[in-house]
């Protein structure tokens, strides 16, 4: 998987954002509030759509991208079946369980019909998706994925992806409209043509740790461990809590202030930056999504002007897994350089 997430084969998916992210501007209405994290998820779904399944618009892309999407904003019934299993049952006259199953094999069935289309086609070795690039894969033994494998493959970097890095980019503009003085700074630095990648990247780096999407990240003990005078035996469950880290003032002088300087002179430490996990286990489409986050924030900037519909901050609320920004960050767009 590493190769689709690096290198020359990522930065050729930069087109791709910037185009799409240019589309869902084009749609954004003028002078009146809107949320900007579902605008952001639509992005981030249309991306995956390109990058991850190598669709080109049409019937096959628009009828897999709505199966597809009525399974992920089924956040309910995914946090539920996620932390009490004994759910994943139908109870009465509630027909969640099943109805949630039906979304699920609607989807499948276009995934596999995706997956078998994709392996007939006579350009699958000379396509750069990672769908196409997961069935030329081979293991050690010569074996292909199977269709399930293939599958869940690309549902994982589908929920990986999709609602996490919208959210990113949702808590990033969040930051920016109350620390107007590094939206000033950035959007001078976007116009100018020449943009400094070290200072858009400084923002988003901190961002992501006074805002990460996940509270935590679970990792589980091959050896036996000491922590902080507790041995703990082999298969116990730790889970390092990422927003007390970010928040440790030993690790981040003044943590509850917004200041991307910290990050100009060094980049984020991988065990005291964990918005995509830490050390060698870290989320394998971490560089990915930053790449992401920054063209797509890079690309706003110099295309439009969004203010803040409110003077207060955003705040925390649970969706899944997830922390999101209360009410989805709402802005109000402007015509670039013409700000009220």
């Given amino acids: 998987m590493l190769p689709a997430f690096h290198g020359d084969r990522m930065r050729s998916y930069r087109d791709v954002i910037a185009e799409e992210t240019r589309r869902s501007i084009a749609s954004w209405p003028s002078g009146v509030p809107f949320p900007l994290r579902p605008r952001f998820a639509e992005i981030a779904l249309d991306v995956i759509m390109r990058a991850v399944f190598g669709l080109a618009r049409g019937p096959n892309y628009s009828d897999l991208r709505a199966a597809l999407l009525s399974v992920v904003e089924n956040d309910r019934m995914i946090s539920l079946a ?33 997956i078998e289309e994709r392996w007939n086609d006579p350009d699958l070795a000379s396509r750069d998706d990672i769908l196409s690039m997961l069935l030329l894969a081979r293991r050690d033994d010569g074996s292909a994925l199977t269709m399930e494998e293939l599958r869940d493959e690309l549902v994982t970097m589908l929920l990986a992806g999709h609602e996490t890095t919208a959210t990113a980019l949702a808590w990033t503009f969040d930051q920016l409209f109350h620390n107007p003085h590094v939206l000033e700074e950035l959007q001078a630095n976007v116009a100018s043509g020449a943009p400094d990648p070290a200072l858009i990247d400084a923002v988003i780096y901190e961002a992501l740790r006074v805002r990460p999407v996940i509270p935590f990240v679970v990792r589980t003990l091959t050896e036996p461990w000491e922590l902080a005078g507790f041995e703990l035996p082999a298969g116990c469950t730790v889970a390092p809590a990422i927003y007390a880290v970010h928040r440790d003032p030993r690790v981040y002088p003044d943590p509850g202030r917004f200041d991307p300087t910290r990050f100009l002179e060094r980049r984020p430490g991988t065990y005291e930056w964990l918005p995509f996990g830490g050390g060698t286990r870290r989320c394998i489409g971490a560089s990915f999504a930053l790449f992401e986050m920054r063209t797509v924030l890079e690309t706003v900037l110099a295309e439009t002007t969004l203010r803040p519909n409110s003077d207060r901050p955003e705040r925390i609320r649970r969706r899944a897994f997830m922390l999101v920004p209360a009410h989805g960050t709402p802005a109000v767009r402007y015509p670039l350089q013409t700000a009220a």
């Fill in 82 to 114: 996620l932390m009490l299993p004994a759910i994943r049952r139908d109870v009465g006259p509630w027909r969640s369980w099943s109805n949630f199953r039906r979304q699920i094999r609607a989807a499948d069935h276009l995934i596999f019909r995706e």
